[in-house]
Structure formats: structure tokens, C-alpha cells
């Protein structure tokens, strides 16, 4: 007999399975469209999923973040100068050190989104918007037009690559990858780590956790700096797709990885989804763009994330109950 | 009563001189003379009546922007939407303006009214969501700004139904009517004078009604509002329908007054200005004119700016940033500054709290 | 022979303006329960925090087992052996027990926490002092009772020998407080040390062997439980003979102000809150309503002033019809309302005491005209109630939020009072209050009573409802179990039929 949880439970599974049969439909329709729109879904995917892992650990350590948008632009701007300006030491020299620029520009953004929420305990969407409008100021301002920076490789997958329908989700930028390994990384240690134990009962009832000697103002500030890295990820995932630096090339991504960890009730893997989601809606648009296959101007496509994250806050997400101390800094007695 | 209006007013200029300061540093790192760009900065916002009527114009949107900001604030709520609602008022406006003909003293402010309507409609369906879903304002107006962003693309883009038939491939609506025009007295908006007049109407509303009153209750305190009897997710929707319809006729003003038209992407950044002129104004309608003013006054003189100093015009973001963090944080600026603490400029924001449900 | 685990000489701890305690000293030994009396204000939490390492002290030694301890902090002092159950659970709601009970000190295979390991110590825990917990329930779904175990068990799993409970039974019935009470015993058998904080003095005579009153922030007493009277006691507590009773005169009950029949209501998790509710209330009578807390008794007070919708039930109140009422409606009949919450729900801090004055009549003549607000009218009120009700503030136009507690008090209550005709609803009027408010609040209900409206006093005290209630409603899970005059009532009957142990 199945109980109302076990049909519960069913629904992923049932979901899923739809969803491989609309894949192979569409696939045996036209199959090179589909494999184009699944890659693509990956792509765009990815600097969402990371956007939002972003926000999910600052916000579950008791932190709201909407300047994940201002870091990635950061990202992406310290990223591309550091790349270009080191394109002699070699491509992959020079991709690593624009990487790794990248995070940390972000990291430091993050810490200081941290040390405005925790020390100064500003008000966290102001600090926020500050981070934001800074960003896009300071990276148009110092932005200088013309230098180039190596083109990232493509990475296939030796025989996932070659697979039908979806060989071109294994045939993506290094840094595809690896936000997908980070999703898993961190749903894992936000589960069932010490630091993930830690981290939801400082941003649940961060007393409780101090007066078992959790420093919580510590912690607060290495995951705003550990998420902002990832964030910076975000940013250098937009470099790799673009390869070159463009004033505003976030274009409201930062935003939307904030719906998308809305979407992902806080947790990792729910991010994922989300992030999928809208990845495929994206790939979806670029295609028929593409094909100029239906007369559907493309503003309504990009309508979508937006209507879709109202339309989920609004009417499903009543039951994701964000982390009782965001947006709240703590004060020691 | 002298000292404490000094008070009130020094942080503000403080952190407004400390913006400058960080503004400076950065213009002396890209190698440039920051006195030479700050003098261009005051020539071109204020040497001269062409001058000073395009910081009049580009101050009367920000006026706008940063009341719809403030008045979002004295109910405890955060619009961060007042790009798209300015977006879609200045559309609706154009549209309003171009398609229909009739006398100037019906078809003007019609127009303008029309913007502001279509814009308060997009602050009501914010309102609505978070009195009775929940749903946060600031994802919702995050979100509606790309909404309105990419609809008002639509209406003037090549298939749109707005588009200027004669504009080619440039996105567009047609001029508006001459009748649906703010005139211009001797060079200088006055359409600066509606957004003046807006101020003082949302001043003497929180200062002197009793629904002003009841606003400034929700938002300081909602649950005792709710004790006293005051009906708070009403209070939510009408607030958030007037911080909407502030912003959507400071977009019809634009098209109205200055543009003669609507077109994509005009005045991107105008609602993060709002936010840093309203929390500048410490959220009070009458001083929501000065800070648009500066502010305004620098983006006017932001292109001789960059003839003369070769300095990019968007320092004046990062200038701005800087203003709204000092402003946030007034305990960096007493650092700073060995400012004594004082109750007169201590009543802080606090205004994220988790999102929805 | 007693081994001393702890022993504090000479603290002292000074707030600006404030000397909140004066040289305390303070012993216990192995397998002792030190009662800790004293009011609110008393010092007790100061020296509590002090000894927990969340203050510093400006002066004083501590020594633990017999060494000199410097405690730098609640790390250290959980280093140390002390384990401390706060007043407010310090629990993650979301979390499971065996989550809550290691964190901080998880036990960890590998780069995970051992989740088996976790449960099986917590399991072996609470067999041990007979704790009933289950460790795999989420916290937040678990009663009161249990939650307090599992804070006990929080402290036991980090090797706490002493052993700090503050306040420990204010959200529990009389039964559940016997039954912590009974814990408390046992863990003293095993060794362990154990501060009692309360201001409960059946308990302290019950379980404690030496008792500590403080006062004013100083040592008063200290005495052996042995010899000691509730009577002493409370003398010494309160620095004053103590009247255990209200004075009143006898209630004079008119007709019926306020008339429930049936009431349905649900609460914010869409809970069925409140399960056909019946009670009445009439002119000059005061109704205690006494429950555990959450048995439906803040809904009850909602429905009441129109914040909560009804599910199904009717009320009546001066024989209108007030089912679907909103708040003003209710205000208008001349209901007032002293919120449980007082100074969070029921006043606007930045706000002046003239506009919180107003706070429920700013849309009546003559404080509004044609929908603008009337600075002169508004002015008058305020003098007029400042002087009525003798609250002491510099102006009308200073902020509230600068004034004391007891002056904010007395500007909710003169608000909601001076123009109360019919009903006064007071939800939890005693909580986090100092004595002197208490009596305030107190003689102002009687003296409302007194003129003819009828009053319903909500409250967790069963003390506050036996010395002023002249008829006293039992809640339990929302229902009405008990409805008697308090001359008939007695605390174990009342109490019994709080923990839902019998029907009526």
C-alpha cells in the first residue's frame, strides 16, 4: 500500500523519467538541435549553480547576499586582466593565474560583504547593493577596451563525448566541471561534515551555537570568503564562455543564481536543479534563436528565469523556510 | 534645535566627502589629476544654464527614483525595482504620448499619470505577493526589473508594437506629441518642479496624515501596528503602489521632458541611485532633493569630465558606492572621522531578514 | 565528606551606572544542589554569566576542584566541566537531538561526522540518568519537557560535573517540573553538581540542599535548605514581609461582557490551535486563564482582539457580535489590550510617548481631522495620561524607547486602560518584569475591575492567577478543561488539569 510519503517520494523519480522520455522525443525529432540545447543547458547551468552555492552558504551561515552579481563581475574583470596580462607565461599558466585571480578578487569581495553584515552589522542587502553598484562602476572604470586573454579548451569526456543525444554535455570548459563536482562537494559537507553542522546551527540560532564555543563570527566570515570564491568561479565561468572582458557581461546571472538557490530550498542539491533548470530554458532560447525556428521574440525567453523564480517564491516556495538568523547579525552579550 | 539638525545633517556630508575621497584615490591611481577632474565635474553640472538644466534633467528622475525608494522604506520595505518601474512608466508614457492627440492640459499629465500607473501596477503585484505570499519585495523587484527591462525591449524592438516606424533599425518609440511635452522655461526642466512638488507631497503625507502615520507604524514596529488596529498588508500594497507610481512618473518625466521618447536602456542604474539618494536623505522626502541633486550633478558633469581629465565617467559609480556604504556604516565614519556617537543619526536600517515564505 | 567542584570568592561585576553584583561568594560541592534564589534583577544571570566565562569579572576568584580557574570564556568554562541549561534553549530547532547534543564536539570518521557514534553516546547517555530522549527526533517537533533533557544531555555529553539550570521550570507544568525536579536528584547521586536558579521557592524547598539569595546584586543570605521556611525565604528575597495575596475586595460580578461559544481557531503552522472554546467573562470579575504555555492561550488572545481569524465559534462582547471583527472594531467596544510582548508588540521605540499614547485612538476625533493629524490634541492626551498614570519621562516628545521598563509599562497600560469601558485582555502580564511593574500592572487590573469591566488574565504563573483571578479557566491542547471559582480551586487541582492529567 503506498502511504502519502512513499507517492511523495515517487514524484522525483516520475519527474525524472518524464523528463528522459520528453530528452529521447525530442532527440529522435531532431537530434542535432537536442544535443545542442542539452550542452548548452550544462554551460549555462554552471555559473548558476556556483552563483547559488554562493549565496545558499552565506545565507545558511546567517548571511543574505545579493551582491553575488558584483562578484562575479569582479571576478571576471580580475580574471580576464590577470590572464591578459600574463598571456606570455603560456596559455595554461596564464588561465590559472587568471583563475585564480578571479576567486580571489571574489573571496576578498566576500569578506568584505562579511566584515560590512558581521563587524559593522549593516544592513546585509545594503551592503549588497553597494557591492553591486561598486563593481560595476570600478570594472567599467578601470576596464581597459582592447587586450585579449588565451581562449579556454574544451574538454571532451574519451567516451562520454562520443555518446548520442548527449555527448555534448561532456564536451565543456574545464570550469564546467568543475562546478559540478563543487555541487557535490559541498551538499556533502554541509550534511554531513562538522563544518556543515556547524555552519547551519550558526546561521539557524548562532547563541546556541557560541555557547557550545563555536566561534560564530569567525566562522560567518571564512564561509563568506569560502563562498565568495565560488562566486569568483561564477565569474570565470563567464570568461571562459566569452574569453574576452565586457563591461556589465553578468547581465543579472548573479541575480538569477540568487533565484535559483531560492529555488533550491537552501540545499546544494536543489541548487543543481535550479541551476539546470534555467540552464535549459537558456539553451532552449539560444537554439530556437538560432534556428529562428518559432516567432517568439527572444524578451519573452528571457522573461523566463525571472517570471519563473516570482512564480515558484510565490506559489511553491512557501515551504522552503530560509535559515532562522539571515540577514540578523549577532550580537554577543 | 540647531545642533540637532547639524547632526542629522553631518553624516550625510561626511560620507559624501569621504565618496569624493575614495573617488580621488582611484583617479590618482589611473594617473589622472583628480583636481582637474573634479573642477571639470563642477564646470559641467554648473557653469551655465545648458548646465545646470541637464543636471536639472538628469536630477529629476533620481529625485523620483530616490523618493520611491524612500517612501518603500518608511514602510519597512525595500524597493529595489525602481529601474524597471521606471522603464515601464517611461514606455507606457511614450506610448501614451505618441499614440494619442489632445489638448496639452488633458494629454500631459495623462500621460504621466499613465506611466505612473503602469509602474504602480508592478509595485502592487509586489505589494499583493508579500502581504499575502510573503514573497520578499527585494527578489520580487530584483526580479521584475529584468521583466520590465526585457518587455519594454519588446514594445520598441523590430516586431514590437511601439517600435518608431521610421526609426529603422534603431530600437524605438516615435516622438511623443508636442501637446504630451514638459515644457522647458528658459532652458531649464520643469519637470524638475513635478518631481520638487512630489517631495513635498510625500513629506507632508508621513508628517501630517493619519496614513502617513499608519505607514511609518508598520514600518517601524509592524506587529504593534497591527495592535493599534492598523490594517499592515493593506498599508504594504499601497505603499509599495505609491513608492511604484513615484518611480513609473519619474520615467514618464524622462520621456516627457527630456528624451521626447522612449527608448531601451535609457538611465540603467537609476534604482540603485534611488536607494543610495534615499538612505543619503536618511530617508526624508524634502532632503531627497539635495542628494539627487549631487548626484545628479555629477552625472551631468561626468562627460566634460572625461574631455577634460580623460577620466571615465563611471568613477561616479564607484563614487556613489562609496557614499552608500559610508552612509550604511556609520560606524566606520565616526572612526574615521573621531565622531561622537549620537542617537540623532544612529537609527540604522535594518531591512533583510531572510527571503519569503 | 564534601569535595568542593566549585567555589567562587569576592565577584563582583559593574555596568555603567550599575553595580549588578557586589563581591558574591558562592560554594558547591560534589553532588550537591545549590538553590539560587532571587527576583528578577536580582544579579542572578550576571553571576551565572560570570561564572560561565560570557563576562569578565571586574574582581573576584574562582577556583573549580580545588584549582584556581580563570575562565576565559564558555569554552572554557565547558573545558573546565561546567554545563549550563539557559532559560532559552540554546537548540537548533531543525537539527536532530544527536546533532544538537554533539555540536561543537562532534565525534568525526574520516571527513564526516559520525553519525553512528553520535546517536549511540547520546543513547548511552540517556540511559544512564535515566533521560528519555530519542535521539534521532528533530528538535524543534519534541515537547518542552523533552528539549530540556536534551539541553541536559547537551551538558553531560561534554563531561559537565557542575551543572547550571537557569530558571529551568518556567515553561513546564507543575508535573513536568516534578518530573525535572526528580532528574535533578539523580543526577546529584551520580556526582554531579548542581546551581538551581528560580525564583520558585516549592522548588527550591523540594529539591535543594543549601539555598543562596541574592538581591539587589548581593549575597543576602545563604542558608541550608533544612531549616529554611517559604515564608524566610520569600522575606529575605524580596527584602520585605511578603503578602502571598493581591489585596482586593471581593468581586462584584455584573452581567457578561464577553461571551465565547465554540471557538475554532488555528495557529501560524495551521495547527488546530483552539478545539470548541466556551468561556465567559463578566463586568467586574477578573477570569484567570491558567495553561501550560502553547495550549492555545496566545490564540486565544488573538481571536479575542481581532488579530487571528476564527475558524468557527462565535464571540460576543457587550452583546455585539465580534466573530469577524477587526482590531479597531474591538478597540471600539472599548477592549483594551496589555499584549504579552508589551514592549516589543505594544510600543513603537523611536516613536514619542505622545504619538505611543495615541497608538490606538490617532484616528478618533480629536486627535484626526478629515484624515490629518491633530499635534495640539495629541499633546493634551499625553500630558493628561503622563500625569494619570505617573509616568516618568523628561517630555511627551521624548523617544520611548529611552525610558525604563517600568515607565514603558505604564504608557501601554495607561493607553490601553484609560479608555477601557468593557474588557481588558492581559496576556502573560508578570513575564520579564520587575517587581514593581508587577504590582503596578496588578492594582491597575483590579482597579479596571473594580469599575465594572470585566478582565481576562492570561497567564503560565499559577501564582499571578491564584493571588488576583476570581474564577480560573483551565486550557489544555486548546480546550477547556477546568472552569471554577478561584475560592474553590488548589494548586495541585489547577495543575493537574494543566498537564491534562484529568478531565473536567
Redesign the interface.
Known sequence: MASPTNTKRLIPWFAAALVLAAIVAAWSWKSGDTEAVLGRTVRAAAPLILGGLCGLIGERSGIVNIGIEGQMLISAFAGFMASSYTAGMGTLASLVIGILAGMIAAALTGTFMGWCAISLKMDQIIAGTVVNIFAAGFTSYAFIQGRTQPTYPQWSVPVLADLPIVGKVFSQGPLTYVAFVVVIIVQFALFRSRWGLRTRAVGEHPSAADTVGIDVLRLRYVNMTIAGSLAGIAGMLLLQSASVFNRGMTNGIGFIALAVMLFGRYRPFGVLLGGLVLGFFNGLQAQLQFRQAFDIPPQFFGMIPFVFTIAVLAFAGVSARPPAAAGVPYEKE | MKQRQWDALRLPLIAVALGLLVGCI?IVL?GNNPATAYWALVKGSLSGVTELGRTLDKATPLVMGGLAVAVAFKAGL?N?GGQGQLLLGAAVAAYFGFRFSMPTVIHLPLAMAMGGLAAGLLGWLVGV?KAT????E???T???N??AA??T??LT?R??PWKDPESGAIARTPLVNESAEIPRLGGLPTGFLVAVLAAGICWWVFE????G?EVR?TG??P???????I?TQRIIVTTMVMSAFLAGVGGAIETQGVAGRFQPGFNT?LG?DG??IA?LARTNPLAVVPAALLIGAMDAGSTLMQAEADV?P?????????I??FI??P??VRFIVRMRSD?ATD??????????? | MTTSVLRARGLTKRFPGVLANDSVDLDLNRGEIVGLLGENGAGKSTLVKMLFGVYEPDEGTMEIGGEPADISGPADAIAKGMGMVHQHFQLVGPLTVADNVVLGAEPRSGLFIDEKAAVESVRELSEKFGLDVDPGAVVEDLPVGVQQRVEILKALYRGADILILDEPSAVLTPQETDELLEVMRGLAATGVGIIFITHKLREILAVTDRVVVMRGGAVVGAADTAGSTQEGLAELMVGRPVIFRVEKDQAVPGPTVLYVQGLVARDDRDQRALDNISLQVRSGEIVGVAGVEGNGQRELVETLTGLRRITSGTITIDGEDVTRASPRDIHRLGVGHVPEDREKDGLVSSYSVADNLVLNRYFKKPFSKSGLRDFAAIARNAEKLVADYGVATPAITTGVGTLSGGNKQKVIVARELSETTSLVVASQPTRGVDVGSIEFIHEQLVSARDQGAGVLLVSAELDEIFSLADRIVVLYRGRVVGDMPAADATVEQVGLLMAGAVDA
Do not use: C, P
Not at chain 2, 208 to 211: C, I, L, Q, R
Not at chain 2, 223 to 229: D, S
Not at chain 2, 314 to 322: F, N
Open positions: 582611484l589611473a525595500f529595489i505577493l505570499r510573503g514573497t520578499h527585494v527578489i520580487t530584483i526580479m521584475l529584468f521583466v526585457n518587455l525591449d519588446w524592438s516586431d514590437g501630517k496624515t493619519n496614513f502615520f507604524t517601524l514596529n506587529k504593534a501596528a497591527r495592535y493599534a488596529g490594517k542604474g540603485f536607494i543610495t538612505l571615465a563611471e568613477i561616479i559609480s564607484v563614487i556613489q558606492a562609496s552608500l556604504f550604511a556604516a560606524s566606520v542617537a537609527d540604522d536600517m535594518r531591512l533583510s531578514s531572510g527571503w519569503g515564505a
